[in-house]
DNA sequence: AACGGCACCTGGTCGC
DNA sequence: TGCGACCAGGTGCCGT
């Protein structure tokens, strides 16, 4: 799925095409997602207009005139603008018709997405209420990990992928930020240093800025807004490439599971 | 409270 | 060519 990044890649290449219009129609084809889409959804969306299009976490938030949509991606989510011609396939499971012929289409082959619409003035929903700042924030901090992972036994990257702790870093960019601040993935949290917690903030928000500038990373079936792939795949240096050389010293890369997730990791510059 | 593990799905790839 | 095993970008929830 997409992880921070390819969120915020499908939340800016849609939001050209959907803020300022109205949803004409909804066109619930499947609604078995993670949680079955709501029976009343497509009437009470019916004929609002979208205020606003915004990522919190790896939820996109769309704002309408009497409530907000709150949609997520799931492992094999995408969303995009297409046209009414556009064939439907296999896994597409909803469509908003928007007011100028737009079509907004989700198309989601493990179902692992979700799809609410909460009503009112204020966007509260339980699946909000716990997640930690947001990465490219200025509250991510390393004194903010420090302080957080004090006597924590868990391995830093489970703790560094836990939606409580930060949000958005999923398994490709944990292993990334890993990498680039020398820390061993399977190190307790609770012992690394303040020193590489600042360096490990400094390279997760580094390197999820550059995923974002480059549409994403697809490495299957991901495509954005517009429809296309993101190109950040190519510059991965450890997700993928267990058994190939590190790109700083040239020993073969290690693989080892944590938390049901591959790890992929150089034991000799990650300590 | 913290942590590990499972479950939810489909589809692609790999080895036999 | 076919078939079973295993793996994949997430995360809520359960039991310990």
Redesign the pocket.
Known sequence: ???LP?VETTCRGIAPHIVGTSIDHVLIRDA?L?WPIADDLAARLTGQRIVSVERR???LIISCDDGFILA?????G?LRITSLEDPVK??DHWDFMLSGGAVLRYHD????GSLHYIAGPQLQH??LT?LGPEPLSEAFTGVYLYQLSR?????VK??L???KIV??????YANEALFAAGIDPRR???RVSLRRYELLAAHVKRILASAIERG???????VGGDGKP?YFAQELSV??RANQPCIGCHALLKEV?L????TVYCSTCQN
């Open positions: 799925m997409p992880e390819e078995r993670r976490a790896k939820y997520h991606l799931g492992m094999t995408s296999a896994h082959p493990r179902r692992f339980p699946l716990s006597r924590r036994k868990q391995a489970l703790f992928m836990d939606a949000v958005g870093v999923g398994n490709i307790a949290a609770g994403g990373t697809t490495l299957r079936d991901f993101g997700y993928g599971r938390g049901q997730r591959t």
